[in-house]
Nanobody, 121 residues
Framework: HVQLVESGGGSVQAGGSLRLSCSAS??????MAWFRQTPGQKREAVAA????????MYHDSVKGRFTISRESGKNTVHLQMNSLMPEDSAMYYC?????????????????WGPGTQVTVS
């Protein structure tokens, strides 16, 4: 069973930065992504990265502000979030998948972390 552990959430003022990290306990390299969700809303994709890290994808609302990266040869990813806005406040979830054909769809992922809260005021 693959487990995901997230870290790095917290509270920050608008315009500030946070860096989220996630590690998956899998031997094989997996597609990984970050999603976020606010109460009463659907979980939405934030960013995704391929197994080799050569390709990344972003939700339009975070392009130019957020950067997803992964440590070479590992199932460890980071999400650097800059110029944070109050509307970025949400529970952020790390996801990992083996066969991912639609990287920005939550249904594409097999494994999920418990989430880490990000609050921007």
């Amino acid at each position: 069973h693959v487990q995901l552990v997230e870290s790095g959430g917290g509270s920050v003022q608008a315009g500030g930065s946070l860096r989220l990290s996630c590690s998956a306990s899998a031997d094989a390299l997996m597609y990984m992504a970050w999603f976020r969700q606010t109460p009463g809303q659907k979980r939405e994709a934030v960013a995704a990265i391929t197994t080799g890290g050569s390709s990344t994808m972003y939700h339009d609302s975070v392009k130019g502000r957020f950067t997803i990266s992964r440590e070479s040869g590992k199932n460890t990813v980071h999400l650097q979030m800059n110029s944070l806005m109050p509307e970025d406040s949400a529970m952020y979830y790390c996801a990992a998948g083996i066969w991912v054909t639609s990287p920005l769809r939550s249904s594409a992922y097999n494994y999920w972390g418990p989430g880490t809260q990000v609050t921007v005021s």
